[in-house]
């Protein structure tokens, strides 16, 4: 029997992203994937993801364009929805219920969407943090708003290690400070920081499962969680990265959210604008709430889904910050 057999059909988004090319790079690295299986959307066809592979089907899909998204999705069995990249609610949702919407208009069957690893337990409906709430909005709207003809998966997707310097204060890993800025809040709860690559390796295999079939498909209308056991607080963040660099640990002070956020400040330079940093400050009442610290029932997913224990937060940011290539 061949392997294209009976094989369903997804079409993934985002993948010129760092989360979603990863995810693409697994799955084209997993077995009993046919190419045949595969197609992409693009914003813009031309700049295709790097190390895409010859007969991959690469499709036209503008979230501003539905016509384009009814073209890009259809065919597809599968719809992999990789989270819009904005801070801004407004365009996020929108390009979100685009996609949905698209979604049943065409083929789709199943929609796999990219949340985020606040809200603490993946049961929760609520966040403090503004980076959330468009994917709260989303994880809703799914729930909600799908005919009986289609399914979904929302994946919770663990703070990336590798942004750290986003919620560290905006730590320049080039300059190396030895103290850090953020607004007040409880730094001491533990944040469950998680490589990268294996949730794009996580992810993948999730999508594998329904190329495999739907009915019956464990992950069939949830809420997973993908994350790395929580081990670190901010504040033993600054310590950790003193012992890799062999200096005192970097130390943090509290400012106002308005200083963190004012218009010459770094964050509000990093992130965007002044009302995207005081928007981002937010994340700091839900790290003390323990939002991104979930240990409950459904933590270890990530480990489950890989087989083997999540790379340890000490050894990436190892590599990070000694600049040693993965």
Do not use: C
């Amino acid at each position: 029997m061949s392997d294209n057999y009976s094989k369903l059909k997804v079409v993934l988004t985002g993948t010129t992203g760092n989360l979603g090319s990863s995810v693409l790079k697994h799955l084209l690295k997993l077995e009993h994937v046919p190419k045949s299986s595969i197609m992409i959307s693009l914003y813009n066809p031309s700049k295709k993801p790097e190390g895409v592979e010859e007969g991959l089907e690469i499709r036209e899909g503008n979230y501003e364009d539905p016509e384009s998204l009814d073209k890009a999705y259809n065919g597809a069995d599968i719809l992999f929805l990789m989270s819009y990249p904005s801070l801004r609610y407004q365009i996020r949702i929108d390009a979100h219920r685009n996609a949905i919407e698209a979604a049943k208009r065409s083929s789709i069957k199943h929609i796999i969407y990219t949340s985020l690893a606040f809200a603490g337990s993946p049961t929760s409906s609520e966040s403090v943090a503004a980076v959330m709430q468009a994917h709260l909005y989303t994880e809703a709207y799914l729930k909600s708003n799908l005919p009986p003809s289609i399914t979904y998966t929302s994946i919770r997707e663990g703070l990336y290690t590798e942004s750290f310097p986003l919620y560290f204060g905006i730590y320049d890993i080039s300059s190396k400070p030895s103290e850090v800025s953020i607004p007040p809040g409880d730094n001491d709860k533990l944040i469950a920081f998680t490589k990268r690559d294996e949730l794009g390796e996580a992810t993948a295999k999730i999508i594998q499962s329904f190329i495999d079939g739907i009915e019956g498909n464990e992950f069939v209308n949830r809420t997973v969680l993908l994350s790395a056991e929580p081990k670190y607080s901010l504040r033993s963040l600054g310590e950790l990265i003193g012992k890799i660099l062999d200096t005192p640990p970097v130390t943090i002070k509290y400012i106002p959210p308005e200083e963190y956020a004012a218009s010459e400040a770094k964050a509000s330079i990093y992130i965007g604008t002044p009302e995207m940093a005081k928007a981002w400050t937010t994340t700091y009442p839900a790290i003390g709430k323990g939002e991104a610290s979930f240990t409950g029932e459904g933590s270890l997913e990530l480990e489950r889904i890989i087989g083997r224990k999540p790379e340890a937060v000490e050894i990436t940011l190892a590599r990070i910050l000694k600049n040693i290539r993965f």
